[in-house]
């Protein structure tokens, strides 16, 4: 069984983001850029497949710039067998996205695809579900644990409230949630391997996608400020605070 | 045309964050119809068609709504979109699993998370954790929309829309229902709770959630929430974390307790009205958005303020 990862580029979940002044967007020249941490769990959950022997290749996917191979490679230095970097400078939205990655699935014909829910930039939360609808695959969302089942696969989900199972025909679409697992971090010896593993280049037009945008950012603007408060030196003066002052208990 | 507004349930009452998603859906303009899917659901069905400005409730009660799979609850709403310009849902971890299908079968591009309606094609969204507020207009026809409850009020009661039964879809058959572990409290939901009283890693065991945690949330009647390291210690359910990739909630009360106030955390809670900050570290980066901060030990301080509390409320 083969399974495949896309996996994006995005600011490191460590930076603290500066709107430009412009409100053109946010500055992301000279700052750190990462995989998403979603797509970790994403790669490392192909992976343990591929250590329990029901997965045979694990196949790392990248839409983006020049710069998003980096990315491929630390997929592959993690334990990825190959990479497939469909290179645009474009801004790429999520049904954009998965428009690419079901011309993907067309050539490489995987069993299963495991997505992050989300990436931490846009945080749109679509890509997974919209591949599935394209595909007509049946989608286990937000996973936080997944048993392949012969010609299925169980995908226990985080739900509100609490945890859900449901039982999926494969081939089928995966999205990861935090606590699905702990990503691996590379070995040395791994990430000098992983320079030899191949990355094919393709591109949006190659596959016929229009990856134009649907929606038109208007503007990029810093967020409402919170002014700090005060430091109160007691619980019985923070009690007084919020009773008469918040009014609020 | 109309806005299709999904409303999100458990087969008995309605859930509380329909009502807000609706002041969102009407701020479109047109006449809102609600959609209830579900399995013996014609309780939130007459619920729904008692909130103010609803038009028409659609009740689609059928066995395979019963846990609403997105693949079944996508055919069905696609089966329907013809007759609306907009499809609009709560963000909840149902609508979050169905909708981007939806606009995918529809070939639209979702907007997620509203925070406001600026005109019927132009929205306010957060991106980057809420560090930066993007205005996005839609170029599609149809728009599909989720929203960050969080940003608005709840609609009213004083509606009494006609409930209209509507046909189940065919089932695509790739997906089926196996089990679900609910978890029972006595408690408000985060997401409608007023006052919200969080634990974080600091807190340092289940056992002292229990201990120190849900004592003061109970005296104040709050709901309790959760860090995502206090989360992944097992500490506290999946379900209770606050922040970019948990809940984000806005109650009048927040209280934060050994949380340090990472970015992902903060994204989550700092549009509350008042914020509590309670840490032992005086330069923790929660105080920079606490309106009453305490510098101390919560092992110390959370027992005191409980009993406190519970004379103040007499
Ligand atoms: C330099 C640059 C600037 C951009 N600027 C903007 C901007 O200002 N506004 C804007 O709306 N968009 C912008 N985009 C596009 C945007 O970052 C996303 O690619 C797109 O919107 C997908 O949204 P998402 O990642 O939130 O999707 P989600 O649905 O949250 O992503 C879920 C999962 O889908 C997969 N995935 C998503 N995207 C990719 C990808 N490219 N390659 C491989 N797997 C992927 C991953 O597994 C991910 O975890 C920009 C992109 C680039 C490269
Ligand atoms: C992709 C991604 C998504 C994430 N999403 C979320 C999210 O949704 N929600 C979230 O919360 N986090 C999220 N995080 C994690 C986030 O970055 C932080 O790691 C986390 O919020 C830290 O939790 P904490 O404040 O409980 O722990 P810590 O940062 O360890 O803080 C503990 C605090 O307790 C204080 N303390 C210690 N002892 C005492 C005492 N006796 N009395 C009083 N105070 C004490 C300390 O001074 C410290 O400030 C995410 C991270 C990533 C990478």
Known sequence: MKVLVPVKRVVDYNVKVRV????????????????????????????????????????????????????????LAMGADRGILVKTDATVEPLAVAKILK??????APRLVILGKQAIDD???????????????????????????????????????????????????????????????ASLPNIMKAKKKPIDEKSPDGYGVDVAPRLKVLTTAEPAGRKAGVKVGSVSELVAKLKDEAGVI | MATLLLAEHDNKALNGVTAKALTAATALGAPVHVLVAGQDAKAVAEAAAALSGVDKVLLADDALYAH?????????????????????????????????????LLDVMQVSDIIKVVSPDTFERPIYAGNAIQTVQSTDAKKVITVRTASFAAT??????????????????????????????DRPELTAAKIIVSGGRAVGSKEKFGEVIEPLADVLGAAVGASRAAVDAGYA????????????????????????????????????KV????????????????????????????????SEIAKVKG
């Open chain 2, 68 to 104: 609403r799979l997105a693949e079944p609850l996508a055919a069905l709403l696609v089966s329907l979109a013809g007759g609306y310009d907009a499809i609009v849902a709560p963000s909840t971890s149902m609508t979050k699993n169905v909708l981007p299908r939806v606009a995918a």
């Open chain 2, 156 to 185: 009213g009661a004083g509606g009494s829309a006609a409930v209209e039964a509507v046909g189940a879809q065919a089932d695509p058959g790739v997906s089926s229902f196996v089990d679900e572990s609910l978890a029972v409290s």
């Open chain 2, 237 to 272: 359910p999946n379900d209770w974390q606050v922040g970019q990739t948990g809940k984000v909630v806005a109650p009048e009360l927040y209280v934060a307790i050994g949380i340090s106030g990472a970015i992902q955390h903060l994204a989550g809670m700092k549009d509350s």
């Open chain 1, 20 to 75: 430009k002044s412009d409100g053109t967007g946010v500055e992301l020249s000279h700052v750190k850029m990462s995989m998403n941490p979603f797509d970790e769990i994403a790669v490392e959950e192909a992976l343990r497949l591929k250590e329990a022997g029901i997965a045979t290749e694990v196949v790392a996917v990248s839409i983006g710039p020049a710069q998003a191979s980096e990315t491929l490679r630390t997929a």
């Open chain 1, 103 to 108: 011309a993907v699935i067309a050539e490489e």
């Open chain 2, 275 to 306: 914020i509590v900050a309670i840490n032992k570290d005086e330069e923790a980066p929660i105080f920079q958005v606490a309106d009453y901060g305490l510098v101390g030990d919560l092992f110390a301080i959370v027992p005191e303020l409980k």
């Open chain 1, 123 to 185: 945080d749109a939360n679509q890509t997974g579900q919209m591949l599935a609808a394209l595909l007509g695959w049946g989608q286990g969302t937000f996973a936080s644990k997944v048993v392949i089942d012969g010609d299925a696969v169980l995908v226990t989900r985080e739900i509100d409230g609490g945890a859900q199972t449901v039982r999926l025909a494969l081939p089928a679409i995966v999205t990861t949630d935090l606590r699905l697992n702990e990503p691996r971090y």
